[in-house]
């Protein structure tokens, strides 16, 4: 059963991305969403990453320092990227090229006939036994295969989260045959 178009946009901004659709463009652009659960690990993170900065500035120790200074910007750093890495996805394809940005690492390549896109959902359970669910969409050539888009969410949206995979397949498929 296809998604209306209305459905379609709801679904994308409730796992944090837009989806625009004109018929000879689609476009799929995560944004960053400051109230979004998921982010709450970042935070946390981030906000680790301030006490090793404080003992850098407040401790006289010459070795402390060093190692408060490296284990602060370091965790500081990967809370940074992960969030940035959300705020700058994104998928644009036209008839003749498909560009990705995802995982901080952009990429352009034109649309050859051997072209395909795949659906994989995989499923990851914390430690706290809570079961999440990323569904990546993969671009499939004869000798690469390339992640150009994913999103996530608690398994209780499974569903949900599948017909918009499997929607978003078929329209990029549509866009690039």
């Known amino acids: 059963m296809e998604l209306t178009r209305a459905e379609e946009l709801d679904l994308s901004r409730q796992f944090g ?22 982010n709450w690990g970042m935070y ?20 402390v320092r060093i190692f408060c200074g490296i284990l602060g910007i370091g965790l500081g750093g990967f809370a940074l990227l992960g969030l940035l890495k959300q ?35 995989d499923r990851l359970v914390s430690r706290r036994g809570q079961p999440h669910l990323y569904v990546n969409l993969w671009l499939v050539t004869p000798t690469r295969e390339h992640r150009i888009f994913d999103f996530s969410s608690h398994e209780k ?14 329209t990029i498929n549509r866009h690039i045959q």
């Open 44 to 63: 946390l993170i981030l906000a680790l990453a301030l006490f090793p900065v404080h003992q850098m500035i407040y401790n006289e120790d010459l070795v």
């Open 17 to 38: 991305f837009y989806v625009i659709e004109r018929e000879d463009r689609f476009e799929a652009v995560s944004y960053f969403h400051i109230g979004r659960q998921d």
């Open 87 to 121: 705020a700058t996805d994104q998928l644009v394809v036209t008839k003749d090229r498909i560009t990705f940005r995802n995982s901080l690492v952009r990429r352009s390549l034109p649309v050859e006939k051997d072209m395909k896109i795949q659906m994989r959902t």
């Open 157 to 170: 949206d499974r569903i949900l989260l599948e017909r918009l995979g499997k929607q978003m397949r078929a």
